[in-house]
């Protein structure tokens, strides 16, 4: 298993990041969240888990092992692939997560696009009691109060890693999710690429 990666970022796209690792450039998937951190040029040093599929080999992103220990426990489940696990962590971010499967707050996993009442109760009732072992220091966090991440910030933060300013990548999601009423929860990956087809217009 390759659990971590480290070397400059050649490039930093939609869905993936490119890693250069000792001459060789990793094609690394992660959440929009994580993709936000990278800089292109910049060293990055990446949590991995390698999905191995006998059509493929895929390997998958996180800024910490906590996260790649949740990523790795939400797919214990029956119906969580890779894709869904990581679409999970795209929006709800593990504390977020912890907190909601702990509670039984299927109201908050069901704003996972592919998650539906059927699905939000099995995760609940496969991993309530899971999680805490597996994201330490999650119990504490859970107590805290703290400012919500929405899918909104996620797509921000994604663009900004992207390369455009910051209040360039407010401006273009907002007109993103205005322009298509969203007043739900936010498709981050629709929403994504909709703002870099506006952001492509401005130009």
């Known amino acids: 298993m390759i659990s971590s990666v480290r070397g400059p970022v050649l490039s930093v796209g939609l869905d993936h990041a490119v890693v250069e690792v000792g001459g060789v450039g990793l094609a690394v998937q992660a959440a929009p969240g994580t993709l936000a951190t990278l800089r292109r040029g910049e060293e990055a040093r990446l949590a991995t888990a390698l999905v191995v599929r006998e059509d493929s080999l895929t390997l998958y992103g996180f800024t910490d092992t906590d996260t790649r220990e949740l990523f790795g426990l939400l797919q214990t489940v029956t119906g969580v692939g ?73 797509v921000v933060e994604a663009l900004v890693g992207l ?23 936010v498709d981050t990956s629709a929403t994504l690429r909709a703002a870099l087809t506006h952001l492509g217009r401005a130009r």
């Open 82 to 154: 890779p894709r869904l696990a990581l679409s999970i962590l795209a929006v709800l971010e593990p504390v977020a997560l912890c907190r909601a499967l702990s509670e039984g707050d299927t109201a908050a996993l069901k704003r996972v696009p592919g998650v539906g009442l059927k699905s939000a109760e099995r995760l609940v009732l496969e991993l309530r009691d899971k999680v805490a072992s597996v994201a330490p220091g999650a119990d504490a966090a859970v107590a805290a109060p703290r400012a919500p991440v929405t899918g909104r910030d996620h």
């Open 163 to 185: 390369g455009f300013a910051a209040k360039q990548a407010e401006q273009a999601v907002d007109g993103v999710l205005t322009e298509h009423g969203n007043g739900g929860p």
